[in-house]
């Protein structure tokens, strides 16, 4: 069943949206990780949760770039009309998982194939799933 344009618009609307909290969230964390230089001083507990914590800034930085990533792939398929459509079998992708996933490139079908590794290559990436943000 393709897409109305009704849906195709509240999907854009609400990768737009998710976009831009993204971008921010990564300016933000790239902001809090120029601000955070470690002391000459430091203990070497104070030196382990600051390593700590660059990690887990880089995590998140990670995550968001990957999800964006994903995000505005999904925003060109809806600029080419491919938008809702599986892009290994080219099924259509069932309307509970594009609400759920808006970014998401594979029908659930395929992407249980891909984690299984039934499928070559990742398309839909194993950011098919939300991240925390």
Known sequence: MALTQQARNQYETSLRQRQQELEQGLTHTVKQALASAPEETQDIGDQAVFSYQKEMLFTQGSRHHAQLSQVRKALQRIADGSFGLCL??????????????????????????????????????????????
């Open 88 to 133: 290994h079998c080219s099924s259509p992708i069932g309307s509970k998982r594009l609400q759920a996933l808006p970014w998401t490139s594979s029908c659930i079908d395929c992407q249980e194939r891909l984690e299984k590794g039934e499928r070559e290559g990742n398309i839909g990436g194993i950011y098919d799933t939300p991240a925390d943000a």
